[in-house]
């Protein structure tokens, strides 16, 4: 039986045997991929987001087996994925807005904002909060978040690119 893999930010990589390990697990403890975060481990607070095949993906409760085969996108990856040099222009806003209190939450927030800016390049508000209302941030600093995306947009708009 061929050893099971999967694509992590554009590299082929070889899955430990261990069947009871989370693509989480994998990602940051065999891989020190330490963007996706543990946060609750129930797929409810978007901490460990990725995207699997570019969906946004809880990688807490997602078996890592069941992913082989599978483009896995970390937000170390998200830089491979802009046309321009540096930081992804998500990343980029999410700086220059001053977004992150803790940090904690920064990896689901920039991964969903990302994923919803490459299938809506303007988003409105209420839609942006929509889609960051499944990723919970503790700190308070939602309102620079949102401001963080609506940059994002400028940003992407001025380098020609989706997200």
Known sequence: MPTPTLEVNGQAVTLPDSAQATLLHVLRNDLGLNG?????????????TVWVDGVPARACVIPAQGVAGRCIT?????????????????????????????GYCLNGMVMMAA????????PSEAAIRRELSRNLCRCGTHVEIVRAVQ?????????????
């Open 151 to 163: 940059r994002a947009v400028v940003l992407l708009r001025g380098a020609g690119e989706g997200a």
């Open 74 to 102: 970390t937000l170390e990856g998200l830089t491979g994925l802009s046309t321009q040099p540096g930081l992804h222009p998500v990343q980029q806003a999410f700086i220059d807005e001053q977004a992150a209190q803790c």
């Open 36 to 48: 996706p975060k543990y946060g609750c481990g129930l797929g409810q607070c978007g901490a460990c």
């Open 115 to 122: 994923a919803l800016l490459a299938r809506d390049p303007e």
